[in-house]
């Protein structure tokens, strides 16, 4: 497996050095870009979006079509994990997931088992197989999972929530149960990047996007240690290339030198985080990635192209950045200003004085 002609946002992660600062951004594919809703329209509903790996593709290479960005990333959704699970996932329109059958009962969580990625999700290798076929090798594709917390989030809320009630109720009540599930969880995540890497991705994401919700000690154990365990057994390189590895708890500022320790190649930060302050508290240990706040995607192109630039001159010199925002992209951002962004960031990064 050679790297793709522009392998920067490969090159950035490892810490070696790059041209520009590359640029990719997180829900990057989405409701933002009318291409895409059209797509979705077509497939009927999300989740078919997601299980067909011909549209998934489609969905994929839209945004690299419209912008310059330095990454593709998979079209899917972190739910896949506790869908093959049998929890009965749907998506409803304007309410997000919901499982059918969340996890309550000890017997369920006992008899809990890691999904074989190469039958019950099949789906999402044939379409990192088929994405990687229509990129041509022009850009690195970029895999991805839930955590082992995030997940069981849902699988105990049985939907998305405002403060995690029931499952940090079991956290404190029945700790031996969630750990269960993490177990479980952290088993399955590893075995699903892994056969993503077998697949074709050259890059792999753990999006912990509901870790911040924890106290300092129950993230500690209930989500850290699991995020180390997932990097733990993955597969770091396929056919002689280094296959880079990036972690991202949303609100994890505070642990951003304990994340940095675990063993991944790049943390990614939310637009809280001081990226200046970031660099200084991790040295030479890991890339980071982020950090611009979505919401300033909404103002003048003037605006965007300046915050642009704060955050670029925020990490300063040298390589280890990839640009991105600080969260997914929100779905009623102006298309136009994402234009904007991309190319600031390789204009301003490329032509520093």
């Known amino acids: 497996m050679s ?6 946002f490969l090159r950035a992660l490892l810490r070696e050095p ?3 600062t590359p640029v990719w951004l997180m829900r990057q ?6 291409e895409y809703c059209e797509t979705r329209k077509r497939a009927g509903n999300f989740l078919n979006l997601c299980k067909s790996p011909s549209l998934a593709c489609e969905v994929t290479l839209q945004p690299l079509a419209r912008y310059k960005l330095d990454a593709a990333i998979l079209f899917s959704d972190i739910l896949t994990i506790p869908d ?45 197989s088929e994405i990687r076929r229509a990129l041509d090798n022009s850009v690195p594709l970029i895999g991805f999972s839930g955590s082992p917390f995030t997940l069981a989030c ?10 995690f009630r029931t499952v940090k109720t079991m956290l404190y009540d029945r700790p031996d149960l969630l750990h269960r599930i993490l177990e479980i969880n952290a088993r399955a995540v590893t075995q699903y990047l892994n056969a993503q890497i077998e697949s074709g991705v050259q890059a ?12 300092d000690r129950a993230y500690r154990e209930f989500s850290l240690a699991y995020l180390q365990q997932v990097v733990e057994g993955l597969h770091r390189s396929k056919d002689g290339e280094r296959i880079p590895a990036i972690v991202f708890t949303k609100g994890g500022g505070q642990w951003l030198e304990d994340i940095a320790a675990i063993g991944y190649d790049a943390v990614g930060l939310d637009w809280t985080t001081d990226l200046s302050a970031a660099r200084k508290r991790v040295g030479d240990k890991v890339a980071l990635q982020g950090n611009m706040d979505p919401i300033s995607l909404f103002a003048s192109p003037e605006a965007v192209a300046t915050e642009a630039r704060k955050v670029i001159d925020a990490y300063g010199r ?5 640009f991105n925002l600080g969260h997914g992209i929100n779905q009623f951002t102006p298309p136009e200003n994402v234009a904007v962004l991309v190319d600031t960031v390789h204009e301003y990064s490329r032509n520093r004085p």
Do not use: C, Q
């Open 3 to 8: 790297r793709p002609k522009n392998d920067t």
């Open 18 to 20: 790059v041209d520009f």
């Open 29 to 34: 594919a989405g409701r933002y870009l009318p």
């Open 84 to 128: 093959a699970m049998g929890l009965g996932l749907s998506f409803e329109n304007g309410e997000g997931p919901r499982f059918e059958r969340p996890l309550r009962s000890e017997w369920e969580i006992r008899d809990l088992t890691a999904p074989d990625p190469w039958d019950h999700l099949r789906y999402v290798m044939d379409a990192v």
């Open 154 to 163: 849902y699988m105990v809320e049985g939907a998305g929530s405002s403060d």
């Open 204 to 215: 792999v994401m753990v999006f912990d996007t509901w870790g911040g919700a924890l106290s």
């Open 318 to 322: 040298g390589t280890g950045h990839v």
